[in-house]
């Protein structure tokens, strides 16, 4: 996947989650996708390619960036929460779609349960994920 296809596949997903709202907080540079006023995902290519950062557990983490090449700690940000998704070989829009749907769900089941758009729990069992985000 290339740097387009990953900008384009993020957007079509990030628009697509319930509560999901897109603004430029940080310029226009950055394109940041918030839900409750909460970030789960931002989107650059300022600073060289494409890149999308994702929030993720941090056992999580750990683990993506020991088995993809195009996962690295996430740039200018908590690097134990947060994760860069880079284009690259063998980047499909599969994966994009699951982390940024649990970089999602981790942000909702944080808010309190009376502004939560959707129940992390039933959301994630809809959206083909074994459960909610462990943390």
């Not at 931002?42 to 960036?65: S, Y």
């Not at 993809?68 to 908590?78: D, E």
């Not at 729990?121 to 809809?126: F, K, N, R």
């Amino acid at each position: 996947m290339d740097g387009e296809e990953l900008r384009a596949c993020a957007h079509e997903v990030a628009q697509a989650l319930p509560g999901s709202e897109l603004c430029q907080p940080f310029g226009p540079d950055w394109e940041v996708y918030k839900v409750r006023g909460r970030i789960f995902a931002l989107l650059t290519q300022a600073f060289g390619p494409q890149i999308l950062n994702l929030k993720v557990d941090p056992e999580d983490g750990e683990a993506l960036r020991h088995q993809y090449p195009f996962i690295t700690p996430g740039y200018h940000m908590n690097k134990r929460h947060w994760v860069t998704v880079q284009p690259g070989e063998g980047l499909e829009a599969a994966l994009v779609r699951e982390l940024l749907t649990i970089s999602y769900l981790l942000v909702v089941e944080r808010l309190p349960r009376a502004v939560r758009p959707v129940d992390p729990a039933t959301y994630a069992v809809a959206a083909g994920l074994t459960g909610p985000p462990a943390h």
